[in-house]
C-alpha cells in the first residue's frame, strides 16, 4: 500500500537510530554528547527546531530504548513536534511483539519514498526513480544509486526534510 500526501505547507521528515535512552549508543557511535540525558535533550531540540505540530515525521527505527509504548510516549514522542510513524527497527521492542522488517511507502506530490530500517540495494519501483531511505547503519554504508542513511549519526543528529531529500538526489 502507497501512503499518498500532498506537499501544501506541510513538510515530511525523515529519520532514523535516534537511540533515545539507550547510554550505549553514546559508546557504540561515538556521540558527542556527555551524558544519554545530554543526547536525548539534544535530539529534541533539534528535532523541534525544524518540525513543526504539524509536519509528519516518519522514523525508519530504533527510535527508543524503552519497555512500553506508554513509557516511551511519556518521555520521548510526547516532546516531539509533529505526527509521528514508526517503523520497526531492530531495537524497538516499545512498539510490541517483534515482526518482520517494515517496508514502508509513501508518495509525496509524485514522488515515491519507500522506507525500511535496513538498507536494501533495490526497492520497490527503484528501476523507475522511487528513493529509498533506511537507517540501521550509522553512516557505515556507502548510499547507492537513489538510497540515503536517514539516521541523525548522518545529518547532524536532525531529522532529514523532504526538501533536503530532493536537494540530495538531484546533486
Known amino acids: 500500500m502507497i501512503w499518498?500526501?500532498?506537499g501544501g505547507d506541510l513538510l515530511h521528515f525523515f529519520t532514523?537510530?535516534?537511540?533515545?535512552?539507550h547510554t550505549k549508543i553514546l559508546e557504540y557511535e561515538d556521540r558527542p554528547f556527555s551524558s544519554v540525558e545530554e543526547m536525548d535533550e539534544e535530539l529534541i531540540r533539534r528535532h523541534?527546531?525544524?518540525?513543526?505540530?504539524?509536519?509528519?515525521?516518519?522514523?525508519?527505527?530504533?527510535?527508543a530504548f524503552c519497555k512500553t509504548r506508554e513509557l516511551a510516549q511519556e518521555k520521548y514522542i510526547s516532546r516531539l513536534n509533529g505526527k509521528h510513524v514508526f517503523l520497526y527497527g531492530s531495537h524497538d521492542n516499545w512498539?510490541?511483539?517483534r515482526r518482520?522488517?517494515?517496508i514502508h511507502t509513501v508518495q509525496v506530490n509524485k514522488q515515491l519514498v519507500v522506507i525500511c530500517h535496513y538498507a536494501m540495494r533495490v526497492w520497490p519501483r527503484s528501476h523507475y526513480g522511487s528513493w529509498h531511505v533506511y537507517g540501521h547503519t550509522h553512516g557505515k554504508l556507502?548510499?547507492?544509486?537513489?538510497?540515503?542513511d536517514v539516521g541523525v549519526d548522518c545529518h547532524?543528529?536532525?531529522p532529514v526534510s523532504f526538501q533536503r531529500?530532493?536537494?540530495?538526489f538531484r546533486d
Open 16 to 21: 532514523a537510530d535516534e537511540h533515545y535512552g
Open 95 to 97: 512498539l510490541g511483539p
Open 4 to 6: 499518498k500526501v500532498e
Open 156 to 158: 547532524d543528529f536532525y
Open 142 to 148: 556507502e548510499s547507492f544509486g537513489l538510497s540515503l
Open 165 to 168: 531529500l530532493q536537494e540530495l
Open 48 to 63: 523541534n527546531s525544524v518540525v513543526r505540530s504539524r509536519d509528519t515525521v516518519i522514523h525508519a527505527g530504533d527510535f
Open 100 to 102: 518482520a522488517p517494515d
